[in-house]
């Protein structure tokens, strides 16, 4: 088996684990679970498969499995799991870790959005307050709200499935 296949099986596995698949009825039920039409859903796989494949670490792929739990209880739509998928796979995973748990760095809001301005997940704001003074602002942009918001959700069932290695936060698995 080469190396990239190796590590792809890899990211593939972890994805199942993290997910929680458990039997080829979990397989065939999710078919009903992630909505919208047959092109849809063959979208979303797709795009699925190429973050996992594209996916530098295995904590990106803890994070795309936590959106997917998101997807497939109906907390976010196809079309953003898709956006949000395209986010993961383009943010250097220093700033995802910063973006999704800037607690653990300590790091108040503004400086946190701040260091990942340079992202999708963040945007400017327009004030006239900012404007005057010259400084730029930055809040969550709609992306990156959705992102924090479906991770959130994906890793509360994560826990609650009980995985038995603790991976309830994006940082504490170093098997990369």
């Not at 929680?20 to 080829?24: I, L, M, T, Y």
């Not at 986010?87 to 995973?93: K, V």
């Not at 973006?99 to 653990?104: D, G, I, S, T, Y």
């Given at each position: 088996m080469a190396v990239r296949d190796g590590m792809f099986f890899r990211k593939v596995c972890?994805?199942?684990e993290s997910v929680?698949?458990?039997?080829?009825t979990d397989l065939a039920d999710l078919q009903s679970r992630l909505g919208g039409d047959k092109a849809d859903r063959e979208r979303?796989?797709?795009v699925l498969v190429t973050a996992l494949e594209r996916s530098f670490t295995l904590d990106k792929v803890d994070v795309l499995a936590a959106i997917f739990l998101a997807l497939t209880r109906g907390a976010m739509t196809p079309k953003d799991f898709r956006a949000c998928s395209f986010?993961?796979?383009?943010?250097?995973?220093d700033d995802l870790r910063l973006?999704?748990?800037?607690?653990?760095?300590?790091?108040d809001q503004a400086d946190y959005l701040y260091k990942v301005a340079h992202t999708s997940l963040v945007v400017p704001q327009l004030s006239s307050i900012a404007l005057h003074s010259g400084t730029t602002y930055y809040v969550e942009s709609e992306l990156g709200l959705t992102l924090r918001a479906a991770n959130?959700?994906?890793?509360?069932?994560?826990?609650?499935q009980s995985d038995p290695r603790g991976t309830g936060s994006l940082g504490e698995r170093s098997d990369e």
């Open positions: 972890r994805f199942i929680g698949f458990e039997s080829d979303t796989v797709g986010a993961i796979d383009q943010i250097y995973i973006f999704l748990e800037p607690e653990k760095v300590g790091l959130r959700q994906g890793r509360g069932m994560m826990d609650i």
